[in-house]
């Protein structure tokens, strides 16, 4: 290219100096390469061809290339032999014609303060006229370009530079060689120019309030401390999302034991009803004097085989009461040692109220007075609703 391109867009101002032309395809690259490190510094170095065009000192930047096998030394990222040798073979393999024309440095949370350690890197490793330092801050969104001065005495802060387009086959080939994990980030990189040009002469360095170390040292504490702030918000989505699977068992195990306990009620309430049924059965069974009913309905359903009846048995009043499991039973008495009276028919003797004695069922009142069920008449009488909830004690009326 020995003309200026016209498809370009201008960022910043531009003053007196070196112009700086970068191609679009190498300006995205860079800013993904610095994004996808995260908190993490980077390294890269920048390929293309210094010309004079009409006079003017015009650098164009049509490659980059990533800053491999690097080492961190005193706190900062350095090249080593073997970066220096992957370069060499990327640039022959990729941009053949082109050189090295600088390098990218980022400073993730530092914005784009050209510290001194850099700066002397810089001049040892870059020493032509025309080498330049692009500093990049990708959290922030700065950048900026640093080049010499005339005399190769100091840094200048560039006001400005251009973005300019065309086919780059060379770059995009590049490009799909070695991607970056930041493609998939929706991270937007700002563009912010600097309208004041700085100097920064080497021998500047020492009137810095901050001493180096002091400089590398806050650093790396905002570095240490930004990937903390990371790695715990890594470490609070997983406890949230071990929360959630925790409430989601516990509710299905508390719906569990809500089910359990309806059921456990239920069986509750099937053994109340099946006790009392048996207390009824085993009292009509030890006191046949309560159900005549019962002992009628057995001698009708006997076979027609003759068998010889027991003496009627009597009570004598005068004995007191035997219990058995807590319910009354009268004492058995022979009919010839304690005469008594012939039983009146139950139906000429039914009373006008009842009181319910331990063991006594509604069904077995009713078959005992009237000889068959008359439950129902007796619930309405007295305005009962529930046939199996009587209590003992309790007096009824009788239809």
């Not at 370009?8 to 032309?21: A, D, L, T």
């Not at 991607?179 to 912010?192: L, N, P, R, V």
């Not at 009597?314 to 008495?333: A, M």
Request: glycine share 6%.
């Amino acid at each position: 290219m020995n003309s200026l391109p016209t498809n370009v867009k201008q960022i910043g101002s531009i003053g007196e100096g070196m112009r700086i032309y970068v191609e679009d395809y190498v300006y995205t690259y860079l800013n993904q390469y610095a994004q996808a490190g995260g908190y993490d510094e980077r390294l890269a170095l920048l390929v293309g061809r210094y010309l004079l065009i009409d006079g003017q000192a015009v650098l164009f930047i049509n490659g980059a290339i990533q800053g491999r096998y690097t080492e961190e030394r005193d706190g900062l990222l350095r090249f080593t032999e073997k970066s220096k040798n992957y370069s060499e073979s990327i640039l022959s393999e990729f941009f053949e014609g082109s050189e090295i024309v600088g390098w990218m440095q980022t400073q993730p949370g530092y914005g784009i303060f050209l510290n001194q350690q850099y700066a002397t890197q810089h001049f040892k490793d870059f020493p032509k006229i025309n080498q330049v330092m692009f500093v990049v801050d990708p959290l922030e969104g700065l950048n900026a370009f640093y080049s010499y001065n005339d005399d190769r005495s100091s840094l200048l802060e560039n006001r400005g530079y251009f973005i300019y387009y065309e086919k780059n086959t060379n770059m995009h080939e590049y490009m799909l060689s070695n991607k970056t994990t930041a493609e998939s980030k929706a991270t937007t990189f700002i563009e912010t120019p600097k309208f004041e040009q700085a100097e920064v002469p080497v021998q500047a360095f020492s009137s810095i309030k901050e001493s180096p170390e002091e400089t590398i040292r806050k650093r790396q504490e905002q570095r240490a401390g930004k990937r903390f702030i990371k790695d715990n918000k890594r470490t609070l989505n997983l406890l949230v999302s071990m929360s959630a699977v925790l409430f989601i068992v516990c509710f299905i195990l508390g719906a569990g034991l809500v089910q359990s306990h309806d059921r456990i009620e239920s069986m509750e309430f099937q053994i109340f009803q099946l006790n009392n049924a048996y207390r009824n059965l085993y009292n009509q069974v030890a006191n046949p004097v309560f159900a005549p009913s019962a002992a009628a309905a057995v001698t009708a359903s006997a076979n027609e085989e003759e068998y010889e009846e027991p003496p009627e048995m009597v009570y004598d009043e005068s004995e007191p009461d035997l219990e058995i499991s807590g319910i009354p039973v009268h004492p058995p008495v022979n009919e010839q040692a304690a005469p008594s009276p012939p039983p009146v028919a139950a139906a000429s003797i039914i009373p006008e109220s009842y009181t319910i004695q331990p063991g006594d069922s509604l069904s077995a009142i009713s078959m005992y007075f009237y000889g068959e069920d008359r439950i129902d008449d007796i619930l309405a009488l007295n305005g009962m609703e529930n046939a199996n909830m009587i209590i003992s004690g309790t007096t009824i009326l009788l239809p």
